[in-house]
């Protein structure tokens, strides 16, 4: 073989390749290629190596033969013209020991050599391929090799098993006996393990996996058989309640999918234990249920029943170690049955159910189609509330706090404003639980607190900025790191921010809120509590954690002059901070003898229209030269 041989192969390119060998799907087919030729090897080595196949290669005759006797192959690839022993003399030593169809051999001969090709198909060579080599033709022929022995393979395997049990049938027949009623035993086995799958199937086609009661799909079928019903009998109707869980997300996100899931089950069993044997409850998705009524007392017993959920709802529960507390809003749709829309008749249950939460939740609404006006336009006060900081619409705006000793600024309150293109400055009372709700309040709580840090940054040093905090900010556990970045991109130093707090943001996980507010402190931040006295838990918190500032509600303080209760609970406040050396400040003040009341009962510092409303960044200038600092 000359040196040209080398260059004679095919470089066609290598991207009609994607087709594997026909092989047993047990192990690729065993290719040795036998030639002189170094690259001729590695050419053909490579790319049957990329069609699946195990390829080794010998340099020589000797080579070859050594390895087939320490090896096997399924298929030889072999050079006629090779040095010292050469393709023939190899075909006739393999020969004398494997037959065509033991070790098939396909030689490699140039187009003149046809001599060559004639004795070594003489020699019972299986088939050959001419040079310059076409890789298709050699793997094509390769694969019916390959195919052709492994076949004879099955062939004479499967005659050489019909032989031993020709040979053993008399011996193994009360053996075999037994085999077969072991078998027709495990089929049995598995035709049950497939009936109760198949009836597990079709279970959870209709139900809910996790708490095992119907799902919409059956509940959506129940309803069209009992508008059905409805229809075909005097006086009977039907009642859909469309049950949402108040502070289930909450719930997930601070204590985990674990806690909710089992929550969830705890709720659902408890609703199906108040059902009657003709109501229908299902579980829609996520954290919510409906239930179905046919009867002719409508809308009472649906009202009746809504109480009773909303009660059971509302039920403290301890899930593995975890108190929980949440509720639930529903909404009720009454239908006489014939010629209601299955879905516009859960959309308007979803509606009134909406507007239950709208209203306070914890309660229930039965709908009236003037809710689809309103829950449209609360809808889209969504929409855009989710575009509004991108947009730009959101404004910080600042109220200063006013020391009662100096009649001095000693700082602003950051307060969130959203300028609406259309609606004009929407309310935070309409917008801020709304973003609680949705999952937008910390986002936007972030770009409150960072604003306010940049803004607060070019003050007079004197004086600081109060952000209020969110409790989901806070329990998302988010809080701390937000906070530094704040500071450490504003350059704000860490005592002149005040984060104010509420104490419904200490009502759960006592221990990690404690670590918080620490973190906080190491920080340099101060802390204080706002609306002080609405809670539950003030005096607790006072003893675990020292706070820097009490901040009196604005309710107490609008009737501190007239009402008797407001004035005592408002001087109680004043001399529990007094006691504990924690400064007071008094939101809402707006007149003289509310301001001339506090001042006398040792408030320390107050803010409220008396001095000025709410202003934007620029005019914090003019106000601090106007009152002073």
Known sequence: MNFRDNLAIDQRSLADEAAAPVMEAERPARLLIVDDIADNRTILLRRFARRG??????????????????????????????????GIAVLKTIRAKYSPLQLPVIMVTAKSESENIVEALNLEANDYVTKPVDFEVALARVNAQVDRKRAEEKVASAAHALRVVNDQLELRVEERTRELVEINQQLQGEIVQRQQSEARSRFLAFHDPLTGLPNRRQFREELVSGLAAASSEAGQSVAILFIDLDGFKGINDTLGHSIGDMLLQAVGEEFRGVMRRSDRIARLGGDEFAVLQVGNRQPEDAIALAKRLIEIASRERHIHGHLTTIGASIGIVISAGAGDDPEALLKSADLAMYRAKVEGRGTFRIFDPAMDAHVQARRALEFDLRNAQTLGQFEVYYQPQISLSTRKVTGFEALLRWRHPTRGMVSPAEFIPLAEEIGLIVPIGDWVLRKACQEAAGWPNALSVAVNVSSVQFLRGSLVPSVVSALSNSGLPAERLEIEITESVLLQKTDKNIDTLNQLRALGVRISMDDFGTGYSSLSYLRMFQFDKIKIDRSFVEDVTSSRDCSAIVSA???????????????????????????????????????????????VRRIIERIGV
Not at 62 to 81: F, H, K, T
Not at 609 to 614: G, H, Q
């Open 53 to 86: 196949f195990e390829v080794a290669e010998a340099d020589g005759g000797a080579r070859a033969l050594q390895m087939i006797e320490q090896g096997s192959y399924d298929v030889i690839l072999l050079d006629v013209m090779m040095p010292e022993i050469d």
């Open 573 to 619: 406040i004043l001399g529990l901070g007094s006691s504990f050396g924690i400064p007071t400040i008094a939101e809402g003040v707006e007149t003289e003898e509310q301001l001339s009341h506090l001042s006398g009962e040792g408030c320390t510092e107050v803010q409220g229209r008396f001095f000025s409303m709410p202003i934007d960044a620029q005019e």
